[in-house]
Structures are given as structure tokens and as C-alpha cells.
């Protein structure tokens, strides 16, 4: 019955525009691999296991785009964090490798072609666009936003210590960063992906004035570059980012993916002129709920979000490895028997 | 109260560790007492930070700024108050249970402990119930506090709960829990001796436990 092709329903709400339906693409990681019965390590370190799980995932719901992501410490790593790989959970860094001006001069931007697992990423994604970049929307990670990377690479508390003990020290931190994000961010533009998205969980617990001077200047520079090639870029935040979604829609970004934590309606009234908005059902909710109440929680943010256009139906962030199938499709569902155009509040 | 213990609590609240550590000298040299100092210049600072992040007036590094603060004070007191023969609140073995790496808050609650006179010793992240069992017998703490900030988390608290009763420490400590998605009725469910919301409630928490013994 949907007659638009995913690709184009999922364009046209981020050129706020209304689409047959509203799309509906919760952004599966974890759950990807889950789902396609390998265990996570396999997941992130063959190109041809990310982009199978990627796919499958998106079939096996019927979403409307396709989500590549390995885990959000591989520009930390190949920058030279040394990670720890459970064998089936995400992996994450031993310890920051940034802690004095020496090791800051010394760190350097990495090469998206060489260094740790960047091109098996880059790789992945030319597998995903060849295979199903007419049809589905493909996403693509260049994850960490600079000041999240950072934060990596220095430790999260320390970062936030160095936004009063030594900014300078920060920024310049911040510079490799973005130079970072820039040079990955082009190497995945350069395979046909429509989207890149870039995370910042930890941006919930700074403060608006702090997300000014460390987050945003940096976000707009890397949003920038890939508008030049032509990519759109979604901004994600986990927790409450209530207190910064204006700042967040200033970074240029095309979609601003938030949480549930944050109130959809006033996500809308807020910053939905523009901003297309992505979310925000509640990952808890699709991991320990019934269908019928993810079901409901759907329908809810359509009603709040989806009129005018602009809207992408999700989960607030990646769902849990172990979430229910029936939850994912009722979801989907949810669109499918809510979402129809032309929805008015 | 005197200026000095107010300029202190200022001083906690601003995050300026090194005015806290000379306003804390002065106040001594001013022959006011170093409990009295700890309490109602450092303490009383720490608590108003702490109904300013509830109330989300302020973000993480405002509190760790404070948190600095208040520890350089405390440091300065310690050895006098050693000498006032102020016993050690106690002793509490902290840490994230094992697959959960979030430590922002549990290391709040650690500040907070150590503020009001816990010796802690921090176990990290993904903590396994065998490491918990470990340090108990190793350090006999009074309490232990666990965090877990994933739904998918939680259950390794019962675990790490269960694993104490199976090496036969479950009597010999309190335990408290805490992190985002934990509440009251859960800490119940699995046995555990307390739940706080937040890390200034935990530390009144474990101190009233350890007194109730
Ligand atoms: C002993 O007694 C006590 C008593 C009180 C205790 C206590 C113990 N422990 C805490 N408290 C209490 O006192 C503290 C101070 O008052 C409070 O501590 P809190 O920790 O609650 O509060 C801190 C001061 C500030 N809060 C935080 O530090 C957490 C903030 C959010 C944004 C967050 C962050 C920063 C991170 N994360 Co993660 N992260 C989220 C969080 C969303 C949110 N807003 O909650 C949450 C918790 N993460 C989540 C997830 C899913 C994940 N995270 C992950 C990773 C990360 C980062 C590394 C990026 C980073 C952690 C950095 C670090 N070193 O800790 C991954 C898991 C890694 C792992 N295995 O643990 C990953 C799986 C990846 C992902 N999809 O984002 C979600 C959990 C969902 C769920 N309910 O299961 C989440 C709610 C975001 C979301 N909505 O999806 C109280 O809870």
C-alpha cells in the first residue's frame, strides 16, 4: 500500500515536506547484530557483518532507511585509544590518551583510509549504498561529535574540568576533532550515503553557555563541510536536552534525534520550523513494554510531531540488543496506521 | 554563622577549590572548630550544589568543580580532625555493576561520601559480583554501593546481591543502589538495604545506616 519509495519518504520529511506517511526508522546497533545472530564483536569489525546485520535489520521491520554504525569509539581508536571488546557488547576505550599538552601535540588526525577500523566503516557503507541505496535512506556514523570525542579522549570528567581549568587546552583539543570528523565525515560522503550522523550523549549534562562555546562552533564546522558535499547530517543527543535544542537546531543540522525524556511537542513548537525531528518513544518502553503500548507511545508523538511534515517516527535512542521483535514492528505499525498525510493536530 | 563559614560555603558553591583551601585555614586559625568547618562551611556548600543540580539549575561540572572544592578543604581538615577523635563515618566499597560502564554519577556519589567522612574505595566500572565479594573481605567495609545506569544492568545488582549471600558476606554489610533508572521498589525487590536518587541523599543514606547499624 505505501507507494513512495523509503529513500524519497524519508527526503522529503527532511526538506519538511509531507511524505505519504510519516517514515519510520528507529536507529539500530546493538540490535542489528542481535538480530542478524552474530555477537557484537563480529558485528563491528567485518565490514561485511555490519552492512549484512545493517540491512537485515531494516528488513526484517521494514524500515524506511538503513543504519551504519560500528560503535562510537572507532575515531577515538584509530586516533590511538586502545578499546576493550566484550564479546558481546559494544566496545569502549581503556583510558583517555590525552592528559598533558605533550600528548596533545603528539595527537594527530587520523587517516579514514588507514587507521583502525575508519575504513572497514567506509567499506561497509559502499556495500550498504551499492546494495540498497535507491530504495532505503542510508545513515551512515561519523558518530562522535567533537566535543563527545574529545571527552574520549581526555576522559569525561576531565573534559568538563578543563572547561574552567584550561579552556584553551580544550579547544585546541577540539580543533583535531573536528578536523577529524571533517575528514571521516568526507570519506563516507564520498560512497553515496544520504545522511551522516554524528552523537553527543554527554552534551545533556552541560550547560547551555558551555554547549555554546564547546560543542556548537565545532558541530556547525563539521554540518558545514558535509552540506558542501551535499550530505545531510542528523544530531543526536541521549538524556534530556531540553535545555539546548535551539542551540542544537543553530548547528545546521538536518534532524535533530532526541530522547524521550525530552517533551516532542515542545521539541515541535520549539525548533520544528527548522529542524526535521526525529524520535523519541521510549527505548525502556520498546524493551520492557507490550506492543500495544509501544503502539500507543507512536501514536503519541505523530500526534505531537508529525503534522506539517518534518517528522521521522523513532525510538528516543538505540534500542536494547535484546528488544522484543513484536515491539519493532509494532512501531512501524504505528506509522503505517497513524502516520498517513495529511495529519493535522 | 560566622563570615568566614559563609565565605567557605561560597566558596564550595563557586567551585573555587583554592579559596576553599584558604578560607578553610583561616577559619581554623580563626580557632573555629574543624567539625564545625567541615559541616556547616564545606558540607553546607556541597548540599546547596546539590538541591541547585536537582533542580537543574546547574550541569555535572558545576558539581565537580564544587566537589573539587569541598575535598581541598576536607584534606586540610582531615588531620585535625583526626586529633578532634572524630571517627571515620566508615568505609564504603563503591562501584558500576559488571557490563555498565557509566561512572559520571557513581563517582559523584563517591565525592559525596567522602565529603561527609567515608573512606571509599572506588572499584570502577563493570564491576563483577566476584569483585565485590573480593573487596568486602578485603576491606570489611560498613556498606556497599552499587550504580547501574541500563535497564539491561539492573538485574546484575540482584546478581552481585546473590553472589554475597552465596559467599556468606550479605551480613556483614549494608547495601545501597542507585542510578537513573532504579527506584525505591526495585532496591526493595532485590534485597538491598536502601535506594537514593541522587548522590547527596546517598551519603545521608549510608550515614544513617551506618548508625542504625
Ligand atoms: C550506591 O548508591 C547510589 C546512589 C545514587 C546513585 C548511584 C549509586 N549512582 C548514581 N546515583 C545517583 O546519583 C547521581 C548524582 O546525583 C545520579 O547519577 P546519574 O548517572 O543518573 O547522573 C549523572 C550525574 C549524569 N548522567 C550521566 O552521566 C549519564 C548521561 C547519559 C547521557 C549517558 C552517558 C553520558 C553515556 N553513555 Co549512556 N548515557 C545515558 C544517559 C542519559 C541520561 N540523561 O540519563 C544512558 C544511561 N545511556 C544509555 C545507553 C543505552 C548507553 N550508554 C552508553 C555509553 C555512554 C557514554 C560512554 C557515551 C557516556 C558515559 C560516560 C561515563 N563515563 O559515564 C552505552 C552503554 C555502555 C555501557 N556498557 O555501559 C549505551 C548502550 C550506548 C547508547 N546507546 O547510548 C541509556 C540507558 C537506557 C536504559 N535505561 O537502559 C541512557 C539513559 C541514554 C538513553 N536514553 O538511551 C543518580 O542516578
Same mark, same amino acid.
Given at each position: ?34 538480530? /542478524? +545472530?552474530?555477537?557484537?564483536?563480529? /558485528? ?20 524506511? +532507511? ?49 587507521? #583502525? ?60 576533532? =573536528?578536523? &577529524? ?24 549534562? !552541560? ?26 547530517? =542528523? ?16 548547528? +545546521? ?10 517533551? !516532542? ?17 521510549? &527505548? #525502556?518502553?520498546?524493551?520492557? #513494554? ?25 525510538? +528516543? ?5 535484546? &528488544? ?18 495529511? !495529519? &493535522?493536530? | ?25 583561616? %577559619? ?15 558540607? %553546607? ?38 586529633? *578532634? ?42 564491576? %563483577? ?10 576491606? *570489611? ?24 549471600? %552465596? ?5 556483614? @554489610?549494608?547495601?545501597? @543502589? ?36
Amino acid at each position: 500500500m505505501d507507494k513512495m519509495r523509503p529513500v524519497e519518504r524519508i527526503k522529503l520529511a527532511v526538506e519538511h515536506k509531507q511524505p505519504d506517511r510519516v517514515p519510520v526508522f528507529p536507529v539500530c546497533v546493538a540490535h542489528a547484530a542481535k538480530n /542478524y +545472530g552474530i555477537t557484537y564483536r563480529d /558485528y563491528c569489525t567485518s565490514a561485511e557483518n555490519l552492512a549484512r546485520a545493517a540491512i537485515h535489520c531494516s528488513r526484517t521491520y521494514g524500515l524506511d +532507511g538503513v543504519f551504519v554504525q560500528a560503535c562510537g569509539w572507532q575515531e577515538a581508536e584509530a586516533m590511538g585509544v586502545e578499546l576493550y571488546y566484550p564479546e558481546d557488547n559494544a566496545p569502549s576505550g581503556k583510558a583517555p590518551i590525552v592528559k598533558t599538552r605533550e600528548e596533545l601535540k603528539k595527537l594527530r588526525v587520523p587517516d579514514p583510509l588507514k587507521d #583502525g577500523r575508519m575504513p572497514m566503516v567506509v567499506k561497509a557503507n559502499e556495500l550498504v549504498v551499492k546494495e540498497v541505496g535507491h530504495e532505503l535512506y542510508v545513515k551512515s556514523q561519523i558518530d562522535q561529535a567533537p566535543f563527545a570525542l574529545a571527552c574520549e579522549l581526555v576522559g569525561f570528567e576531565q573534559a568538563f574540568l578543563l572547561m574552567y581549568d584550561d579552556p584553551s587546552f580544550l579547544h585546541e583539543l577540539l580543533e583535531i576533532c =573536528t578536523e &577529524t570528523q571533517i575528514r571521516y565525515g568526507k570519506a563516507i560522503a564520498s560512497t553515496g550515503v544520504h545522511n551522516v550522523f554524528m552523537g553527543e550523549a554527554i552534551a545533556s549534562q !552541560i550547560s547551555p553557555a558551555q554547549y555554546k562555546e564547546f560543542s556548537l562552533p565545532y558541530n556547525r564546522r563539521v554540518i558545514d563541510a558535509m552540506h558542501e558535499l551535499g550530505v545531510t547530517v =542528523t544530531l543526536h543527543t541521549c538524556g534530556n536536552s531540553s535545555y539546548i535544542l535551539e542551540l542544537m537546531a543553530d548547528t +545546521g543540522a538536518d534532524i535533530i534525534e532526541f530522547d524521550s525524556m525530552v517533551d !516532542i511537542a515542545e521539541a515541535k513548537r520549539r525548533v520544528g520550523d527548522r529542524v526535521c525531528l526525529q524520535g523519541n518513544v521510549d &527505548t #525502556g518502553l520498546v524493551l520492557q #513494554g507490550t506492543p500495544d503500548e509501544v503502539e500507543a507511545a507512536a501514536k503519541d508523538c505523530i500526534e505531537k510531531a508529525a503534522s506539517g511534515g518534518g517528522f521521522i517516527l523513532a525510538c +528516543g535512542c538505540e534500542p536494547a540488543p535484546n &528488544t522484543p521483535q513484536a515491539n519493532l514492528h509494532a512501531l512501524v505499525a504505528a506509522a503505517k496506521k497513524y502516520g498517513r498525510y495529511p !495529519i &493535522t493536530q | 554563622m560566622s563570615d568566614t563559614l559563609k565565605q567557605l560555603t561560597e566558596a564550595v558553591i563557586a567551585g573555587n577549590a583554592t579559596l576553599a583551601g584558604k578560607i578553610t585555614e583561616q %577559619a581554623l586559625a580563626e580557632g573555629i572548630a574543624p567539625t564545625k568547618v567541615l559541616t556547616d562551611g564545606l558540607i %553546607a556548600g556541597m548540599s546547596v550544589v546539590g538541591v541547585r543540580f536537582k533542580a537543574e539549575e546547574i550541569f555535572v561540572p558545576e558539581v565537580l568543580i564544587a566537589a573539587r572544592a569541598m575535598k581541598t578543604g576536607v584534606e586540610i581538615l582531615r588531620p585535625r580532625l583526626a586529633g *578532634e577523635a572524630v571517627p571515620m563515618a566508615g568505609t564504603i566499597v563503591l562501584g558500576t555493576v559488571q557490563g555498565d560502564l557509566h561512572d559520571i554519577g557513581k563517582n559523584l556519589v563517591a565525592m559525596m561520601m567522602e565529603g561527609v567522612g567515608f573512606k571509599v574505595i572506588d572499584l570502577g566500572v563493570n564491576v %563483577a559480583p566476584e569483585r565485590f565479594v573480593e573487596a568486602i573481605n578485603e576491606h *570489611e567495609p560498613d556498606l556497599v554501593g552499587m550504580s547501574a545506569l541500563l535497564t539491561t544492568t539492573m538485574p546484575m545488582m540482584k546478581e552481585t546481591l546473590e553472589a554475597f549471600k %552465596a559467599a556468606g558476606v550479605r551480613g556483614r @554489610v549494608k547495601v545501597v @543502589v542507585g542510578g537513573a533508572p532504579v527506584n525505591e521498589n526495585f532496591a526493595r525487590q532485590i534485597g538491598a538495604d536502601g535506594y537514593a536518587p541522587d548522590a547527596g541523599s546517598a551519603a545521608d543514606l549510608a550515614k544513617a545506616l551506618v548508625v542504625t547499624g
